[in-house]
Every structure is written in C-alpha cells, then in structure tokens.
C-alpha cells in the first residue's frame, strides 16, 4: 500500500468542513481523512482548501461555446466533432470540474469518451429523446413522438450504454421551429418513456421550459428536471402550484445558471428573450431553494459564449446570490450533485472509499464562493492533473 498524505490550509469534505485539514489516498482512492499517518508520503499543499473534484450535472461537450454552436457543431467531420469534445472536457478538468453529466451529444458520441484517465468522468445520456423536428432533433434522437416510438428510443439508450436517458418535455430557442413555451410530449408519452427507463434501471431527466412541459414531466415521474424556467410566450408564468410540486416530489432542478459576466469587449450579448426573463427565473430559483427542494447546477455548458466550457466555477457564487449558504452551495455542487448523477458513494465526498477526485483552491469558499475559480491543483483518480 503506498499512501499519499495531502495537507492544506482547509479541507472541506462535500458535507462539512473538517477540523485537521488532511485528506489520504491511496492510488485511485480516499482511505482517510482528518489523520496523521507517519508512514505516508506528504504533500504540503500550503494555504489552500481542498474539496471534492466538482460536479456539473448538464453539460454539452459536443457544443463549442462560440456564437453558433449548432452550424459549428454540424460544419464538423466526426473526428473533429471527437478532438472538440476532447478539448472541451479537459478545459472543464483543468478548472476543477472532475465529473460532468452530458444530457445531449451528437449520435452517442460522449459515450466514447467515458473512462479515459485524461478526461472528467461522464454520465452519458446520448441524444435527447425528441421529436421529429423538435428541439435539437439534429443531434439524433428524433421519434415519431408516439408512446411506441418513445419506448423503442429508451431500448436504444440501454442497448448503446447510456447513464440517463434525456427527453425533451418542451421545446427550446437553440433550435428553429421549436417553441421554448409549448410542450413536445404528453403525459402518456413520457410516461412510457420514464417507465421503459426504470424497467432498465435508468433515471429520467426532463428538459422543462415551459409550465406544461413542467407539469407533464412531474405527472409522469421523472426523476429530474433540467432549466424549470416556466417560460410562457411572453414572460415567465408564476406558478406557486409547480414549485411546491417539485418540491414535494424531490425532483431534483437542474437549474440553469453558470452564465459567464459579459465581456463588453466581446460584443457577444445573450438573447433579449432570455435576458428580460432572467430576473423572474432565477426568483423562481431561489423560492424553490427556500422551500427545500433539490436544486443543483445544470449550467448547459457550450450552448453560447456566456457558457463556454466550463461554466461550473460560475455558479458556485450565483447559488449564494440565489440563497443558499456557501456551505450549501460547495454540497451542491459536490455530494448532493453526485446522488443527482447517480454516483452517491463514490464522488462527491472525501470520505474513505470514495474516488480520490479532487481540487485544491487558493482562498476559503466557505468564506468567499469565489474562490473557485482560482485552482491550484487537480486530482482525478489519485493522480495529479498535469
């Protein structure tokens, strides 16, 4: 057994913070934590707070981050589409963020790239189970929208190895001729969808926008929720009746945050649409908060230059802003993001038995969120992050 003692100035441990500021692995795992032991090898990490390797529960990775990642993303040949992924994936590594859950890649394409040691670990749900034109159809996951068809696209998800399945319970602006308001699926169709998934032992996770879409993906039992914005055709609808739903179900929010500041020298401006929605989304953010629901960040990294690869360090702070105490926010966005991916008992903690995936930054989160974004190391697996 050859340990490796880590040291830092604070260690926060996905649930608290600990009182001896030390964490030790062993290989690919945590043994211990808050320990002297005389016989392994220390590495002095200085005036530093270690915690548990980040957790993004909705990326992209297929998608670039520029202006229009969707031409940029269909402009590419396979091993392009296969080398930008790869770029991506370690960007978001290199900050810090050691697991990502993508909920929409192009023809199983994220699938290929779970396992490798140079990259996050992926909970991969291939292409969103859609309609035919619907939102983002072009990535592959396109049915006749029937209960049959819905079925026979969860079937392929188990047969290809998918993490999760992903169903576009509403329409979305990235995509032409979809409406972000209107619903795409009945209750029955995901329904199906959500009983053939658990027939298989896959959890669901809804793409929700509009108030219907919300309404008909927590009658049907999915078991997460991705962006819950409640967008009507001309606001955001005030829905007490939803919130206290989601709550109640524990339908875990995959709230859409993460957006970068805008740069006014980039002249790259989010959406007028979005931005005049925003205040009333993120108020519904923080009711839900308030109420006790289990809300995460699903920041949808790629999809624009607000939320380029990766967007995570972004909403440490923006989750305070939104209620949460910083404490509440680093478990967001560690323990309580890995029960979210399914991954509870093996990331998201640094306890013994958990996977040895961790970040060391300069400062104290728990004092300032902010902090996260100023990396200083990176472990995946035990090993250093060059």
Same mark, same amino acid.
């Given at each position: 057994? /050859?340990?490796?003692?880590? $040291?830092?100035?604070?260690?926060?441990? !996905?649930?608290?913070?600990? %009182?001896?500021?030390?964490?030790?692995? &062993?290989? !690919?795992?945590?043994?211990?934590?808050?320990? @002297?032991?005389?016989?392994?090898?220390?590495?002095?990490? !200085? &005036?530093?707070?270690?915690? +548990? *390797?980040?957790?993004?529960?909705?990326?992209?990775?297929?998608?670039?981050?520029?202006?229009? +990642?969707?031409?940029?993303?269909? %402009?590419?040949?396979?091993? @392009?589409?296969?080398d930008s992924m790869v770029d991506a994936a370690r960007r978001t590594l290199r900050r810090g963020v050691t697991t990502v859950r993508d909920l929409g890649d192009l023809n199983f394409s994220s699938l290929e790239l779970r396992g490798r040691p140079d990259l996050p670990t992926i909970v991969a749900a291939g292409p969103p189970v859609t309609t035919e034109g619907g939102h983002c159809h072009f990535l592959g996951g396109a049915t006749t929208g029937t209960e049959a068809s819905v079925r026979a696209a969860v079937r392929r998800r188990v047969e290809r190895g998918c993490d999760v399945v992903k169903i576009m319970a509403s329409g979305g602006t990235l995509t032409a001729g979809s409406a972000q308001h209107e619903p795409q699926f009945g209750v029955a169709e995901l329904r199906a969808a959500v009983d053939e998934a658990h027939r298989h032992g896959l959890p669901v996770v809804a793409h929700a926008h509009a108030s219907a879409g919300i309404a008909n993906a927590l009658a049907a039992g999915v078991d997460g929720l991705?962006?819950? /914005?409640?967008?009507?055709?001309? *606001?955001? &609808? &005030?829905?007490?009746?939803?919130?206290?739903?989601?709550? @109640?179900?524990?339908?875990?929010? !995959?709230?859409?945050?993460?957006?970068?500041?805008?740069?006014?020298? /980039? *002249?790259? $401006?989010?959406?007028?649409?979005?931005?005049?929605?925003?205040? $009333?989304?993120?108020?519904?953010?923080?009711?839900?908060?308030?109420?006790?629901?289990?809300?995460?960040a699903g920041t949808d990294a790629g999809i624009g230059p607000p939320k380029r690869h990766p967007s995570l360090p972004n909403a440490v702070p923006q989750l305070v802003g939104l209620g949460m105490t910083p404490l509440e926010a680093l478990r967001a966005v560690t323990s309580v993001a890995a029960e979210v991916c399914g991954l509870a008992g093996r990331k998201g903690r640094l306890a013994p038995g958990y996977d040895a995936d961790l970040v060391a930054v300069a400062g104290d989160p728990v004092t300032d969120p902010a902090a996260v974004h100023d990396v200083r190391a990176v472990y995946l697996g035990g090993r250093l992050v060059e």
């Open positions: 057994m /050859s340990l490796t003692l880590l $040291r830092a100035a604070r260690v926060f441990d !996905g649930t608290r913070v600990i %009182a001896n500021p030390t964490v030790v692995i &062993d290989g !690919g795992r945590v043994v211990a934590t808050g320990v @002297e032991l005389p016989d392994a090898e220390v590495v002095e990490l !200085g &005036d530093v707070t270690l915690l +548990p *390797g980040m957790i993004d529960v909705h990326v992209h990775l297929a998608f670039d981050g520029g202006p229009d +990642p969707v031409a940029a993303l269909v %402009a590419r040949t396979p091993d @392009e589409v296969h991705e962006h819950v /914005s409640f967008w009507s055709a001309d *606001g955001v &609808d &005030d829905r007490p009746d939803l919130l206290e739903l989601i709550t @109640e179900r524990r339908a875990a929010v !995959g709230a859409s945050i993460g957006m970068a500041p805008p740069s006014p020298s /980039s *002249g790259v $401006r989010p959406p007028p649409e979005v931005v005049a929605r925003v205040p $009333r989304i993120m108020a519904a953010y923080r009711r839900l908060i308030e109420a006790g629901a289990v809300v995460v």
